[in-house]
């Protein structure tokens, strides 16, 4: 059974750049046709998809995220890292890493990380 496991810093400061790693356990993460995808949830807000990095390496973003936004991935440690740039308070939120197939179905999460962005 695929287990994913977020970790990074609990807090950034404002204009920083944010970064988070995701685990991947029980699978690798570059078997076709997966699509390893990093989701937050603001506080009080719902589910907001920030981007994903597919089997193949390839890398797609949200639109409104796109220009701050990297995610890449380490396969001989299995990870997959997410940095998120110029952040501010509004980038406060739990972040998650997921596991979808091509349909587009997130079959599998990690427990999530809080980050807050503050001074």
């Known amino acids: 059974q695929v287990q994913l496991q977020e970790s990074g810093p609990g807090l950034v400061k404002p204009s920083q750049t944010l970064s988070l790693t995701c685990t991947v356990s029980?699978?690798?993460?570059?078997?076709?046709?997966?699509?390893w995808s990093w989701i937050r949830q603001p506080p009080g807000k719902g589910l907001e998809w920030i981007g994903y990095?597919?089997?193949?390496?390839?890398?797609y973003y949200s639109p409104s995220l796109k220009s701050r936004t990297s995610i890449s991935r380490d396969t001989s440690n299995n990870q997959i890292s997410l940095q998120l740039s110029s952040v501010t308070p509004e980038d406060t939120a739990v972040y998650y890493c997921?596991?979808?197939?091509?349909?587009?179905?997130?079959?599998?999460w990690g427990q999530g990380t809080q980050v807050a962005v503050s001074s």
């Open positions: 997921a596991r979808g197939t091509q349909a587009g179905t997130l079959v599998s």
């Open positions: 990095i597919a089997y193949s390496g390839s890398t």
């Open positions: 029980g699978g690798s993460i570059t078997t076709n046709y997966y699509y």
